[in-house]
């Protein structure tokens, strides 16, 4: 059928206009009713050389030929079933819908169209986008379905060209671009597949919830643009990403298993929610935003270039991050995992960036030609909960400050007999910092050394004896409660430079002497292991803190008898002062601590040369006993309250010793001891007792002046060579009723 130009055919309402085969429009349609075009055998042509409106019918096959414009219908839809010809005609297509809505295989025509959707039921066929370029100005919809059909789009670019806010589709496009400025917004749910090229333009997109993906299985280059979720594994192609620009990502970063060229690219975690940083190789990689940042658990993160790590907070479990570059490189001050620094770097240099480097796991050095590490403002803190090494030998140098904070301990080097050198400050902050029988040292004077409430630095190990680093320390700061241990089997030197916190002499496997350097003082306790000798030299050792302030399993001894002394001094309380080691040769023991409950001696087997309470102290004997070998002085106060058995024992060797017994809180002294062949000269009362008064050696010397008072009516033994030598006196209890016999081991010149 022909409609001729210049002639008009109108469908009243009611009426139905069918087209069964091929129509060449070249008139006008005044269409109040129905025109129905029959499938697969039905062809409209707008034939006119004058304008033509293309009415919103339902066509199988739509044609325009001859040279008119052509203006396709502002409302309703214009629907094809089968093929869309569009020719070479001029169109208006403003406000218009172009629906492919057939149910077997068809073409989309490359043509610029307002708004164009795609559907209906294909099964097992097919639709085509056509080769060449298909412009959206407005809505573009997909609602096809398949069962094993598809879309074939190879050739073809899609381009949302609209100059006002459009959405751009999930669907997988071939190549995909956007042109003008108006505003874009990526479909919220689905994917954006891309098997060729993206070209965003300058348009401003809104990008939440979207994903885009890169498909394709030949090579493909991800631009640089705001991504949200960004999957370069859609096909198995390689990737490259771009070499200026940043690509953002606010979501999901998926990167496969694809081979990437990452040359010059910056890659951005731009989301203000929780992220993951996915293992890859990256080379610039940027952080920013407010979300916290979670490093891949598993796999390593390589950046070449530049990491920035922005101020989020991040979680880096079972991760590993290398810096890998070829030349100079930063490594940026951030928190790790694993730590790795690699690669030949072209006499570049490698810089610690300002601030604080934490690692939770091991720090690797495998780097190699490198001219300098620059670390001025940096600090490395191992921070581990499993153990850690610290890498020493030679990445001696690498370290400006170096602080360690790990309850399960920190070693220095993975075997001994090296030295690390620190540039600036060492703190152990808390857990321990075991030197590994690697020299601790200082490259610049002023340092810190710092240890920290609880914290323990460990010198030296069985087979490498170390020092306390002092050289180029100008500052010690070891908390009281911090822990210095000499660990080695082989002699070792104790500084007397720091105030230590507690000091500890260990590792038991064979014997050994550590030896103080001069006049030391403690904040805290002394602790002496099995098989540990501390001599003390002809130094003092000062005492000042800790309920339990010497711990004595080894030997603690002087250089000569009397030579040293041990100070118990500051004002906490000392409850419990044991032994269970030897003391050899007697150092000489002085309280002049002034806690008001004052030093109590808490066991057996402690013994000294010369003893002496300061004024204002306190000793308490209570029922333990006190060996003393030579002179005893008690300008403070001797304690007995709470015990009965409290024993002065006085056990000299070189000649007669004397006794006067100063202020005594418990009214009388307890017991005496005289353990002495040269004898004892002591003006006192002896409180009672089951046995206040052993003689074993020696006299015990009084006079008319000085006479000795015993309380006690327990018995009392002498011997020819030992008994008291000179007056003594005995009480009687005024409520004594019953016969009572006294013993007076007493002699003058020799024993009655």
Do not use: W
């Amino acid at each position: 059928a022909i409609l001729s130009q210049g002639k008009t055919i109108t469908i009243p309402s009611g009426r139905t206009l069918t087209v069964t085969g091929y129509f060449l429009n070249q008139g006008t349609i005044s269409n109040s009713g129905t025109v129905t075009c029959n499938a697969t055998t039905c062809t409209v042509d707008y034939n006119s050389s004058s304008s033509q409106t293309i009415l919103p019918l339902n066509y199988y096959n739509l044609t325009s030929t001859s040279s008119g414009a052509r203006v396709l219908s502002s409302t309703g839809t214009i629907g094809v079933a089968g093929a869309f010809t569009p020719g070479t005609n001029s169109y208006t297509i403003t406000g218009s819908t172009i629906n492919y809505n057939g149910t077997t295989a068809q073409t989309v025509d490359a043509f610029d169209y307002n708004n164009l959707t795609i559907s209906g039921a294909r099964t097992t066929t097919s639709v085509t986008l056509e080769s060449g370029t298909i412009q959206v100005a407005g809505t573009f919809t997909n609602s096809a379905t398949f069962t094993t059909g598809g879309f074939i789009t190879t050739g073809n670019t899609f381009t949302y060209n609209g100059t006002g806010t459009q959405t751009i589709a999930a669907f997988n496009y071939n190549n995909l671009s956007s042109t003008g400025t108006a505003a874009r917004t990526l479909a919220s749910s689905g994917i954006i597949g891309i098997n060729g090229t993206f070209t965003p333009g300058s348009n401003t997109y809104t990008i939440t919830g979207s994903t885009i993906s890169y498909t394709s299985s030949s090579s493909q280059n991800i631009v640089a643009f705001n991504y949200n979720n960004l999957t370069g594994n859609g096909g198995a192609g390689a990737r490259v990403l771009a070499n200026s620009g940043t690509i953002g990502v606010a979501g999901t970063f998926t990167p496969g298993t694809n081979t990437y060229t990452i040359t010059g690219s910056t890659i951005n975690f731009n989301g203000s929610a929780t992220q993951t940083i996915p293992a890859f190789d990256y080379n610039d990689l940027t952080s920013s935003s407010t979300g916290n940042r979670t490093l891949a658990n598993g796999g390593t993160i390589r950046v070449r270039g530049v990491f920035t790590p922005g101020t989020n907070t991040y979680t880096v479990t079972g991760n590993t991050f290398e810096y890998n570059g070829t030349g100079s490189q930063t490594v940026a001050a951030s928190s790790y995992n694993n730590l790795t620094i690699s690669g030949g770097r072209s006499f570049g240099n490698i810089t610690l960036g300002s601030g604080t480097i934490n690692i939770a796991g091991a720090l690797s050095l495998s780097y190699f030609n490198v001219t300098s590490i620059i670390n001025t403002g940096n600090t490395v803190n191992f921070n581990g909960s499993t153990a850690q090494t610290i890498p020493g030998g030679a990445f001696t140098n690498f370290f400006r400050n170096l602080s360690t904070a790990n309850s399960a301990g920190v070693t220095v080097g993975s075997s001994g007999g090296s030295t690390i050198t620190i540039l600036g400050n060492l703190t152990v902050t808390s857990g321990r910092l075991n030197d590994g029988g690697n020299q601790i040292a200082f490259g610049t004077a002023g340092s810190t050394l710092t240890v920290g409430a609880s914290a323990t630095l460990q010198i030296g190990t069985s087979s490498n004896p170390t020092d306390y680093p002092t050289t180029n320390v100008s500052t010690h700061s070891l908390n009281a409660s911090s822990t210095v241990e000499y660990n080695s089997i082989n002699a070792q030197d104790i500084s007397n430079v720091p105030t230590y916190g507690n000091l500890s002499l260990t590792n038991s496997a064979s014997t050994v002497t550590k030896r103080l350097m001069g006049n030391t003082v403690l904040n805290g306790v002394l602790s002496v292991a099995t098989n540990n000798t501390l001599n003390l030299r002809t130094y003092d050792l000062t005492i000042n803190g800790g309920t339990t302030p010497i711990t004595n399993n080894g030997t603690i001894g002087a250089s000569t008898t009397g030579s040293a002394n041990i100070i118990l001094a500051g004002a906490n309380l000392m409850s419990n002062l044991t032994n269970a080691g030897t003391f050899n040769p007697l150092f000489n023991l002085s309280v002049t601590n002034t806690n008001a409950s004052g030093v109590t001696l808490g066991g057996s087997g402690f013994q000294v040369q010369n003893f002496s309470i300061a004024n204002g102290s306190t000793f308490n004997l209570v029922n333990q006993t006190l060996p003393i070998a030579g002179t005893y002085t008690n300008s403070g106060t001797l304690n007995g309250n709470g015990g009965t058995s409290g024993t002065l024992e006085f056990n000299g060797t070189s000649g007669a010793q004397s006794l006067n017994i100063g202020a005594y809180v418990g009214s009388l002294l307890n017991r005496l001891r005289v353990n002495n062949a040269a004898g004892l000269t002591a003006p006192l009362n002896v409180n009672a007792g089951t046995t206040p008064l052993i003689l074993s050696s020696g006299l015990l010397n009084t006079d008319a002046t000085n006479i000795l008072t015993v309380t006690s009516t327990a018995a009392l033994t002498g011997s020819a060579t030992s008994y008291v030598n000179g007056p003594m006196r005995r009480r009687i209890p005024n409520n004594q009723t019953a016969a009572l016999t006294l013993l007076f081991p007493i002699g003058k010149g020799s024993y009655n």
